[in-house]
Nanobody
Framework: QVQLVESGGGLVQAGGSLRLSCAAS????????MGWFRQAPGKEREVVAL????????RYADFVKGRFSISRDNAKNTVYLQMNSLKPEDTAVYYC?????????????????WGQGTQVTVSS
């Protein structure tokens, strides 16, 4: 198993930036694909960005392309989400999650380990 703890959320004005971090502990971090997801009030959880176990492949939701960047440091057991040009509609709780590297990283149901989430609020 792997335990995940997010940090870096907060309140920011529209157009600003935040960097989220997700620290993992437990099994080897490089055994997992990682993803960032978000859930706004009254809405379903949605994918923001995914990154393969090696960091060699990534995917983004259309609504964050060109603004957000996912990365990982396997030596530090941490995955990051750099968020630039933030918009009020980016307001949500952001979660990181892990999927076994043997799974297809694009299959959302494969993400079986989740953090508690960190709140991001973007004011207009």
């Amino acid at each position: 198993q792997v335990q995940l703890v997010e940090s870096g959320g907060g309140l920011v004005q529209a157009g600003g930036s935040l960097r989220l971090s997700c620290a993992a502990s437990g099994r080897a971090f490089s055994d997992y694909h990682m993803g960032w997801f978000r859930q706004a009030p009254g809405k379903e959880r949605e994918v923001v960005a995914l990154i393969s176990w090696s960091g060699g492949r990534d995917r983004y939701a259309d609504f964050v392309k060109g603004r957000f960047s996912i990365s990982r440091d396997n030596a530090k057991n941490t995955v990051y989400l750099q968020m630039n040009s933030l918009k009020p509609e980016d307001t949500a709780v952001y979660y990181c999650a892990a999927a076994s590297s043997g799974q297809n990283m694009g299959v959302i149901g494969a993400y079986s380990y989740w953090g508690q989430g960190t709140q991001v609020t973007v004011s207009s």
